[in-house]
């Protein structure tokens, strides 16, 4: 009677216990184990009895064993364990010896910590998106970089922007293609923020600028002691911070073969893994990339994976460069003059000729040239007009013809200082006057006030 009772009473603190207990024998077998141990461990209690620790941990079902360290060690252990069902718990055991010192049974407990070893790695994933996100809004600072500067004036940027708001609600991979420079990575963000992902994360990744060597860490992250000089709390990749977001590829030609793969498997599956991590994180993110090279080529070439090549490629949107959308140069000069006089107190304006000169232009490095010069010319040019002749790509041949044109209207030969004064007078005059449309403009060429051109040009008669 004595015996049921105590029977009773075991089953009864097995059943009402929080924690997963689990009794075994002085060699490791299984004698009892609380109903909630199968939640934990993936088996029921009919399963668990009669096994060893030893066919446990070999079937994963808990490693480390504790009781496997308790029979060994002969003392309470503590250590955090990994179970079959993909759980981590902290799992204590302490031996039970008879009078004569003999250890006939082990008895653990275990407090299943998944969800705060969740909340803890969504801390870091959380800490690692501020530092990303205040870095990058740094960066937008140290540059002025603005992501609202697209024109849409010519009739191939209407095109390009129309296919952009028919994608960008959707899910769909966009491969933007086009040279270095054409605002690929605005048109991307714009995606975003036009997509339903808009409040999350835009992760850009330039695959040109990760050292090859760090690549795999940046991208995939690594678990605490993956690797010599590793942070020891670990790291998010890119590729994680993307989470619910977006992962927009910059120069993915760039990509090295051997992470190709790797990249290709986490587009399929939407599944990663961290450096040095076993544990497979499911991941939601949209993909757009972008690249100034012939993938296609590349891929006859076998420097670009054929099969990867297809993922990215579902959508491809060619941005143009700005030689071939010239009608767009007036307005983005007028954007970036105007971004540029506000950010350093400026009131600068472009002449007319300077403006034929840039239209004339075959400008290679596109609008982020165009950009780079305007904020040049803001910064340099001494006058609040600016002319050509700032421009580094100015040719001279127009102001040369001029030059010839004057110097026969005008004789050379003098008969007094007076008189070589005033044609030499004449001829800046009528310089002015041909490269200039008002006299305001004319004086600020000629460094004297504008009545004072206005009188000169009546003296000399200077009207064509």
């Not at 009919?46 to 003392?75: A, C, H, N, W, Y």
């Not at 302490?94 to 705060?116: K, N, Q």
């Not at 501020?130 to 937008?140: A, D, G, R, V």
Request: glycine share 6%; with cysteine.
């Amino acid at each position: 009677m004595e015996e049921d009772i105590r029977e009773l009473e075991l089953r009864a603190i097995l059943e009402a216990s929080n924690d997963n207990i689990v009794i075994t024998d002085g060699q490791g077998k299984v004698l009892r184990s609380s109903p909630n141990c199968q939640f934990i461990y993936g088996m029921k209690n009919e399963e668990l009895i009669g096994k060893t620790v030893d066919e446990l941990e070999k079937m994963e079902v808990f490693s480390p064993s504790v009781t496997k360290r308790v029979l060994q060690e002969k003392k309470e252990v503590q250590v955090m364990q990994h179970t079959l069902t993909g759980r981590s718990v902290m799992a204590t055991a302490l031996p039970v010896f008879d009078e004569s010192g003999e250890m006939i049974r082990v008895i653990s407990f275990s407090h299943d910590l998944t969800e705060l070893r969740q909340i803890k790695e969504d801390y870091e994933e959380l800490r690692a998106k501020m530092e990303y996100y205040q870095s990058e809004i740094q960066e937008l600072r140290d540059k002025e970089q603005h992501t609202d500067g697209i024109v849409l004036k010519s009739k191939e940027m209407n095109n390009v922007w129309q296919l952009i708001q028919r994608v960008a609600p959707s899910d769909a991979t966009v491969m933007f293609l086009g040279e270095s420079g054409v605002g690929k990575n605005v048109f991307a963000r714009a995606i975003h923020e036009k997509s339903n992902r808009s409040k999350e994360a835009f992760i850009e990744v330039n695959c040109g600028a990760i050292p090859e060597s760090l690549f795999e860490s940046e991208m995939f992250g690594y678990e605490k002691g993956a690797f010599t000089g590793a942070n020891r709390e670990g790291k998010p990749g890119l590729i994680e911070l993307a989470n619910k977001g977006t992962l927009f590829l910059d120069e993915v030609g760039e990509l090295p073969l051997n992470l190709q793969a790797k990249l290709l498997k986490v587009i399929q599956e939407k599944k990663m893994t961290r450096v040095g991590g076993t544990q497979p994180k499911q991941i939601d993110f949209r993909i757009i990339a972008s690249t100034n090279r012939d993938l296609a080529e590349m891929v006859k070439e076998g420097t670009f994976r054929e099969d990867l090549f297809y993922r990215l490629n579902v959508v491809p949107i060619t941005v143009p460069p700005l030689r071939e959308r010239k009608d767009d140069l007036l307005q983005l000069c007028e954007y970036f003059l105007g971004m540029f006089n506000e950010k350093y107190g400026t009131d600068k304006v472009l002449h007319a000729t300077t403006i034929h000169e840039m239209l004339d232009y075959s400008w290679p490095g596109n609008v982020r040239e165009l950009e780079n010069l305007m904020e040049r010319l803001v910064i340099t040019t001494e006058n609040r007009i600016i002319y050509p002749s700032a421009l580094p790509f100015h040719t001279k041949e127009a102001r040369s013809v001029a030059d010839e044109q004057e110097a026969e209207e005008i004789p050379e030969q003098a008969e007094n200082l007076q008189e070589a004064i005033q044609n030499v007078e004449i001829r800046w005059l009528k310089r002015a006057y041909r490269q200039y449309k008002t006299t305001y403009e004319m004086a600020d060429y000629l460094g004297i006030s504008q009545s004072s051109v206005v009188r000169k040009l009546q003296k000399y008669g200077i009207n064509s």
